[in-house]
């Protein structure tokens, strides 16, 4: 069964503090991404990669980075967490698929509370 | 650029109602279309998928069919259980970009099913 793992489910973290989410695919995709999701403002993408090595902002990429060192492996990296930055954060992947729709797989999500 | 329009809720209905879910679309090209379900408390699942106008997806009784000249991909369900309560998001790809940057989602439903 493909998959795709989140490290956490529920995180805790203080402001200020420098926080890594993590996420791994075992399906040899070629994209990855982070959104994150809040209530009324849906999923919003932070970050994508298409490649090792590669990454591209998304609409929201301020107060992020990201780190792909290898193709099955994204990590999202909150520099100095903030309150504002109390979410839900959703991984995916995807590949052009057999009908080259790129539909995205998604981790379980990572609830995220910053004190 | 690209949007998808769907209604928020919460949507509530009867035990074996019917369902329908509207979805409306802008894409500048050929998109790929998906409805994605939230079951609480976890990631999305990939419903179902169209990637052709005059396509019809279908899955698990749920169906949707892409409509080109109305610009639509409205969810159906002849009739709904308790366990379909769940936020319901409708998205596009727009493989111009060769798909890697990502899906646009609507804001998702919330739907709540009552016994």
């Known amino acids: 069964d493909v998959k795709v793992t989140q490290s956490s489910r529920y995180l805790v973290k203080r402001t200020g503090e420098k926080v890594f989410l993590e996420c791994v695919q075992d399906?040899?995709?070629?994209?990855m991404f982070w959104y994150r999701q809040d209530p009324g403002l849906g999923l919003r993408l932070i970050y994508f990669?298409?490649?090792?090595?590669?990454?591209e902002k998304g609409d929201i990429p301020e107060g992020y980075s990201v780190s792909r060192e290898k193709k099955e492996r994204f990590s999202l990296i909150l520099e100095s967490a903030s309150t504002n930055q109390t979410s839900m954060y959703l991984c995916?992947?995807?590949?052009?698929?057999?009908?080259?729709?790129?539909?995205?797989?998604f981790g379980p999500g990572t609830r995220l509370t910053v004190l | 650029g690209n949007s998808v329009t769907q209604m928020e809720g919460p949507v509530t209905l009867s035990e074996e109602a019917f369902l329908t879910i509207n979805c409306t679309y802008t894409?500048?090209?050929?998109?790929?279309l998906f409805w994605y379900v939230q079951y609480p408390g976890e990631g999305l699942q990939l419903l179902l998928k169209?990637?052709?106008?005059?396509d019809k997806g279908s899955n698990k009784g749920f169906e949707a069919t892409y409509r080109k000249e109305t610009t639509s991909f409205h969810l159906e369900k002849g009739s709904v259980q308790v366990s379909d309560s769940a936020v319901y998001f409708c998205?596009?790809?727009?493989?111009?970009?060769?798909?890697?940057?990502?899906?646009?989602f609507g804001k998702g439903t919330h739907l709540i099913i009552q016994p």
């Open positions: 990669s298409y490649d090792v090595k590669m990454k």
């Open positions: 399906m040899d995709h070629e994209n």
């Open positions: 894409a500048t090209g050929y998109p790929s």
């Open positions: 995916a992947s995807s590949s052009p698929g057999t009908s080259g729709s790129y539909e995205q797989f």
């Open positions: 169209a990637t052709k106008a005059d």
């Open positions: 998205a596009l790809s727009d493989q111009s970009g060769g798909g890697a940057d990502g899906l646009t």
